[in-house]
Nanobody
Framework: VQFVESGGGLVQPGGSLTLSCTGS????????MSWVRQAPGKAPEWISG????????YYLESVKDRFTISRDNSKSTLYLRMTSLTPEDTALYYC????????????RGQGTAVTVSS
C-alpha cells in the first residue's frame, strides 16, 4: 500500500488549495478513504472521509462547509478541495484508508504540507 500526496503549499488566509492523493498497490476503489492532518507539535487529526463510491462524505465540524472531499476511482485518486483557509489549517496532510477517525494506521504517505500565512 502506497500513497502519494500532493498539492500543498503556502497560501494566504482566505485562500484555497486542492490536495490530491494517489494510491497504489491495492484496490483503491474497494476502500473508504480519509484525509488526516497533523499540525506542528500536535497529534494527527481526522478531518474528512468518503465512501467507496463517493456517495457519502464526512467532515470534522471545523472544516465542514469549507472543505470538500471527492475521489476518482478510475485514477485511484482522492482529493480535498480547501477554501477559506485559516492559519489553524496549517499542517501536514495525509490520506489514509477508512472513512472516519478509525482510519488505518500508521499513516503511509509522506504527506503534503499546507501553510496558511500572510
Amino acid at each position: 500500500v502506497q500513497f502519494v500526496e500532493s498539492g500543498g503549499g503556502l497560501v494566504q488566509p482566505g485562500g484555497s488549495l486542492t490536495l490530491s492523493c494517489t494510491g497504489s498497490d491495492f484496490a483503491f476503489y474497494k476502500y473508504e478513504m480519509s484525509w488526516v492532518r497533523q499540525a506542528p507539535g500536535k497529534a494527527p487529526e481526522w478531518i474528512s472521509g468518503i465512501r467507496t463510491d463517493g456517495g457519502r462524505q464526512y467532515y470534522l465540524e471545523s472544516v465542514k462547509d469549507r472543505f470538500t472531499i471527492s475521489r476518482d476511482n478510475s485514477k485511484s485518486t482522492l482529493y480535498l478541495r480547501m477554501t477559506s483557509l485559516t492559519p489553524e489549517d496549517t499542517a501536514l496532510y495525509y490520506c489514509a484508508r477508512g472513512s472516519d477517525s478509525n482510519y488505518e494506521r500508521p499513516l503511509r504517505g509522506q504527506g503534503t504540507a499546507v501553510t496558511v500565512s500572510s
